[in-house]
DNA sequence: ATGACAAATGATAGCGCAATCATTTGCCTT
DNA sequence: AAGGCAAATGATTGCGCTATCATTTGTCAT
């Protein structure tokens, strides 16, 4: 590293600024992390300083030396799709605001990448984590918990959170969905579903439970794919669902673009939505509010998750006592596409 | 800092680890980095130690001792815009695959803001920044020449780029939507825009300049808004455009969201897309190709331009050679909305 | 078996900063 | 004016790791 750069190519360190500021280094120190502990005369002395060498402070060698990083981890299942994208917004803006970095990772849905990715957050000293979901490894789990810092799983309730939790329950909301289309008198429920996520698994499982309750369960009437979900996918998985299995009246699908991509279609089959086909999507995404006929969607609130897990995160490191565990719940937003209206 | 913490609290470091394996700490450090310099026994055995311990190495410190950070600092306007969470995602892949840590900072489209970031990741000690359009502050573009690191400035291009530069031009864009309502025959061609930053500017200037060219601009078919953009605020400034100005009979949307807005809101108003109004999106998301009818846009290579912004990074890292300017292109997808097909 | 060289391993120092404690300065009280 | 105290400033040390150079071990040709 010892190499004989042009002046303009060294690096201006802390020493630098308090030699031109004739101070000793701390003071530089404390212009930056305590300015209220320095004279007022002193301290534009120094800011002039900074100013002019346009000195960066070193973030390495500050944690390093006071054990505080203000990194927070996020580590979510993917980049791709709004609904995390949603949520990482939420976190960021809480926690930017509080002063703090969020460093993010992308798990690709995969526990072992998951694991992989936040030993790599994790060699940053985070000063808290938060993760999506509770199907982490046992070894990931182990490593987080040895981590001794404040652990969020967010967008789904946990039986056994690590530490905190915020979400709301998959399971209900498929069944509130399967409900919500019994009620309004449809008798061959079909479903469609891509990435079928622990979550989106749950939904299903929730919304079998409904209609075998209610004796109306067909296991022919489930179309699933591991894909990533799209409007095209939607598409596909409907036209798949519809040749397949005849008599289909209403159809559940795991999220609004598979949705969209189903009423899009049927649009072009001359297949009349609600009046021969009912749709319902999830997730609630603008689009379905203002699409012809709207779409009915289960509301999440997913910037609110993200604002709500970064601020138990900030609560815990600024040691408020708090409830662990949140419940955002959810809504079924009921429109023209279920015969709302 | 001295806390007596209980065994399990206190932070495995590399010389627990080379106690624990019985070598010296350059050694565990050799295993972690340079596994090839160890011989293989060695190896296993450090390796075990690590694994039983659980040793998670503090990346502060490593890149304190090393000067390198394997962080890219990446700034973007917003979170809320699939374009920029596309490109993000672009980034992010090619550079988690390359063992980079991916910085993300959002600048609200301020560009003070924008500079209070980067400065914020320049003390992370970046090795390459990927920063949006050029509109910086001169503070900021002075800090960031002096950290010299390869930056890249993307989404556009620049006339003087600050180093590298990805992007397409967004006036030759817009002109180009013009020209092709023009040769539809629309006459009094309407625009609305929201959110209107450097490029959408552009965009505008360019399809004012085809108008004028061809002696059809009208000042009043303009509607912009500051406010951000959505299908929402796309029904309401096609709301406002139709009920103030009279006889227009084509629109061109800053962006596909606010084109589907104004779609949704045709359909509801009964006006049929496109034989009483043709109508024109920018960016091209998904729904554009599946809606009905089926929406006219301007295709944009967003994830891939987050690609090759990336790899020109890795590249310039990398010492090879490679041009510093990327024209990505753009391609108008012409659909049903203005008469295709 | 010996020397020559490469491969493997270790000892030392320092990256840039802030915690800690020591010292100085300024200000007020009597 | 002297003493006392708080505020302001400074000197020292070490955070956990890696660069650098030194030393040891292993390998091969002769």
């Given at each position: 590293?010892?190499?004989?750069?042009?002046?303009?190519?060294?690096?201006?360190?802390?020493?630098?600024?308090?030699?031109?500021?004739?101070?000793?280094?701390?003071?530089?120190?404390?212009?930056?992390?305590?300015?209220?502990?320095?004279?007022?005369?002193?301290?534009?002395?120094?800011?002039?300083?900074?100013?002019?060498?346009?000195?960066?402070?070193?973030?390495?060698?500050?944690?390093?030396?006071?054990?505080?990083?203000?990194?927070?981890?996020?580590?979510?299942?993917?980049?791709?799709?709004?609904?995390?994208?949603?949520?990482?917004?939420?976190?960021?803006?809480?926690?930017?605001?509080?002063?703090?970095?969020?460093?993010?990772?992308?798990?690709?849905?995969?526990p072992l990448?998951e694991e992989k990715?936040i030993r790599?957050?994790l060699?940053?000293?985070?000063?808290?984590?938060?993760?999506?979901?509770?199907d982490q490894t046992r070894a990931c789990q182990s490593i987080l918990q040895r981590a001794?810092?404040?652990?969020?799983?967010?967008?789904?309730?946990?039986?056994?959170?690590?530490?905190?939790?915020?979400?709301?329950?998959?399971?209900?909301?498929?069944?509130?969905?399967?409900?919500?289309?019994?009620?309004?008198?449809?008798?061959?429920?079909?479903?469609?579903?891509?990435?079928?996520?622990?979550?989106?698994?749950?939904?299903?499982?929730?919304?079998?439970?409904?209609?075998?309750?209610?004796?109306?369960?067909?296991?022919?009437?489930?179309?699933?794919?591991?894909?990533?979900?799209?409007?095209?996918?939607?598409?596909?998985?409907?036209?798949?669902?519809?040749?397949?299995?005849?008599?289909?009246?209403?159809?559940?699908?795991?999220?609004?673009?598979?949705?969209?991509?189903?009423?899009?279609?049927?649009?072009?089959?001359?297949?009349?939505?609600?009046?021969?086909?009912?749709?319902?999507?999830?997730?609630?995404?603008?689009?379905?509010?203002?699409?012809?006929?709207?779409?009915?969607?289960?509301?999440?609130?997913?910037?609110?998750?993200?604002?709500?897990?970064?601020?138990?995160?900030?609560?815990?490191?600024?040691?408020?006592?708090?409830?662990?565990?949140?419940?955002?719940?959810?809504?079924?937003?009921?429109?023209?596409?279920?015969?709302?209206?």
């Amino acid at each position: 590293m010892k190499m004989a750069k042009k002046s303009s190519e060294k690096k201006i360190t802390l020493i630098d600024v308090a030699i031109a500021a004739g101070v000793s280094a701390i003071t530089v120190s404390r212009v930056i992390n305590q300015p209220e502990k320095v004279s007022e005369a002193l301290r534009e002395q120094v800011q002039k300083a900074i100013d002019t060498l346009g000195y960066i402070p070193n973030q390495y060698a500050s944690s390093l030396a006071s054990a505080k990083s203000r990194v927070i981890g996020v580590a979510i299942p993917s980049l791709m799709n709004i609904v995390f994208t949603d949520v990482l917004r939420g976190i960021y803006e809480v926690l930017d605001a509080a002063g703090y970095k969020v460093l993010m990772v992308d798990t690709h849905y995969s526990p072992l990448e998951e694991e992989k990715m936040i030993r790599t957050l994790l060699s940053q000293s985070p000063e808290a984590m938060i993760i999506t979901g509770g199907d982490q490894t046992r070894a990931c789990q182990s490593i987080l918990q040895r981590a001794h810092i404040p652990i969020v799983q967010m967008m789904e309730l946990l039986s056994q959170p690590l530490d905190m939790n915020v979400g709301f329950s998959h399971w209900q909301a498929g069944y509130d969905v399967a409900i919500h289309l019994l009620e309004g008198g449809y008798t061959r429920i079909g479903f469609i579903g891509a990435r079928m996520d622990p979550r989106a698994q749950q939904r299903l499982a929730g919304f079998k439970q409904a209609l075998e309750d209610a004796g109306k369960y067909s296991n022919d009437s489930v179309w699933t794919t591991d894909k990533p979900s799209s409007i095209g996918m939607g598409v596909e998985l409907f036209k798949e669902l519809m040749a397949s299995t005849k008599g289909i009246d209403a159809i559940f699908c795991t999220n609004d673009d598979l949705a969209l991509g189903a009423l899009f279609e049927s649009q072009r089959m001359k297949i009349n939505v609600p009046r021969d086909l009912a749709l319902c999507g999830f997730n609630d995404i603008e689009a379905s509010q203002y699409v012809n006929p709207s779409l009915t969607s289960v509301y999440v609130g997913r910037y609110d998750m993200g604002v709500k897990a970064a601020e138990m995160v900030l609560d815990r490191l600024n040691g408020n006592m708090i409830n662990n565990i949140a419940d955002m719940g959810y809504e079924i937003k009921k429109r023209q596409s279920t015969g709302q209206i």
